[in-house]
């Protein structure tokens, strides 16, 4: 079993890595590990305006860490496939580096 990521060779590992490094950007990845959700329903959850919530999701989205769908006028947001794989017990692990979500605070 390898220990790569689905999509390794199209990831920009810096810019990735700085797209976590903002607080925000890891709560929202925190909400997504566990469901998808909409726009408006992570703003409420984090009390976080919707509009920079779509900015952190365009982040997001542009280093392949989350995807989205259009469910009619709405469109969900969900963790990328290989990055939930990487997720248990509330760290997710890289490999070169791991993000404890144990300690993030609310």
């Not at 999509?7 to 469901?35: C, F, H």
């Not at 919707?50 to 860490?65: F, T």
């Amino acid at each position: 079993m390898t220990n790569k990521l689905a999509y390794e060779p199209l990831v920009n590992w810096t810019v990735m890595l700085k797209a976590m490094a903002d607080e925000s950007r890891l709560r929202i990845i925190q909400l997504l590990l566990g469901r998808e959700m909409a726009v408006n329903d992570i703003a409420a959850e984090l009390g976080i305006e919707a509009y920079n919530v779509s900015k952190h999701l365009r982040i997001l989205e542009s280093c392949r860490l989350v995807v989205k769908r259009k469910n009619g006028i709405k469109r969900m947001f969900k963790v990328a496939e290989g990055l939930g794989s990487r997720y248990s017990g509330g760290i997710l692990d890289f490999g070169c580096c791991k993000f404890d979500f144990n300690e993030l605070r609310s």
